[in-house]
């Protein structure tokens, strides 16, 4: 595996406007995204043992680690040319104590706030 996989949530509009944003700073062809939706279920249950996909981002490194949440930020942040001086930022000690609550609470808000698209394959 050459590319790090991500697993987002396609009926989220906050998560697919990131993703279309991030795939654009993705100079280096280095991130394959894949909603959630089209995950077969061993995968998902097999996932399902870190949190549950549907509730945070996800990622498979291709060094074979499983990123969830504010590590995927992070980790996304720094492959990507353009947002590497924030990636850097928020691998500082303190950032991981502000980072994975502020994600939490974005997270478990993100349909109240952006609703819910259908995801039909797009």
């Not at 280095?30 to 990622?59: F, G, T």
């Not at 074979?64 to 850097?88: C, D, E, H, W």
């Not at 104590?97 to 394959?121: E, H, L």
């Given at each position: ?10 009926e ?13 700073l ?12 089209e995950v ?24 074979k680690q ?17 947002t ?13 104590r ?6 939490r ?18």
């Amino acid at each position: 595996m050459d590319k790090h996989i991500v697993f987002f949530d396609a009926e989220c509009p906050l998560c697919r406007t990131m993703k279309a944003v991030l795939k654009q700073l993705d100079w280096n062809n280095a991130i394959l995204w894949h909603p959630v939706q089209e995950v077969r279920e061993s995968v998902r249950e097999q996932a399902n043992c870190y949190k549950n996909m549907y509730d945070e981002i996800y990622m498979f490194t291709k060094d074979k680690q499983m990123l969830t949440g504010f590590n995927t930020i992070r980790k996304i942040l720094v492959l990507l040319p353009p947002t590497l001086p924030l990636a850097l930022l928020l691998y500082l000690p303190f950032a991981a104590r502000i980072g994975n609550p502020a994600y939490r609470f974005v997270s478990k808000r993100r349909y109240q706030w952006f609703g819910r698209i259908p995801y039909n394959n797009q």
